[in-house]
């Protein structure tokens, strides 16, 4: 059974950073492309960032790159996401999710074969 568990979201302020973690269990780590969604209340869940299997390859939304940094570990099965200078707007439940796609960065959430229960950040002002 395949099991993603998200680790590390929490309450901060504007300006401080986080540093969240996805354990992957039940899959072959390395043979997929690993990504962090985020939804906000009465938003629609986008992606954040994403990295394939060696992370030779990688995306953001823009806007995110500057300060948010996503990268793997494949001898640990857990794929990480700093994130730095955090903002109020920020303020979302943070998925990780897999798709067995290794090589190719996909940033349509249907492409995505399995899930995290999601974390909840949330940045004050």
């Known amino acids: 059974q395949v099991q993603l568990v998200e680790s590390g979201g929490g309450l901060v302020q504007a300006g401080d950073s986080l540093r969240l973690a996805c354990a992957a269990t039940g899959l072959t780590f390395r043979d997929y492309t690993m990504a962090w969604f985020r939804q906000a209340p009465g938003k629609y869940r986008e992606i954040v960032a994403a990295?394939?299997?060696?992370?030779?390859?990688?995306y953001y939304t823009a806007g995110m790159r500057s300060r948010f940094t996503i990268s793997r570990d494949n001898a640990l099965n857990t794929v990480y996401l700093q994130m730095n200078s955090l903002k109020p707007e920020d303020t979302a439940v943070y998925y990780c999710?897999?798709?067995?796609?290794?090589?190719?960065?996909?940033?349509?959430?249907?492409?995505?074969?399995?899930w995290g229960k999601g974390t909840q950040v949330t940045v004050s002002s």
């Open positions: 999710a897999a798709d067995l796609a290794k090589a190719i960065v996909d940033i349509r959430d249907a492409a995505y074969d399995y």
């Open positions: 990295i394939n299997w060696n992370g030779g390859d990688t």
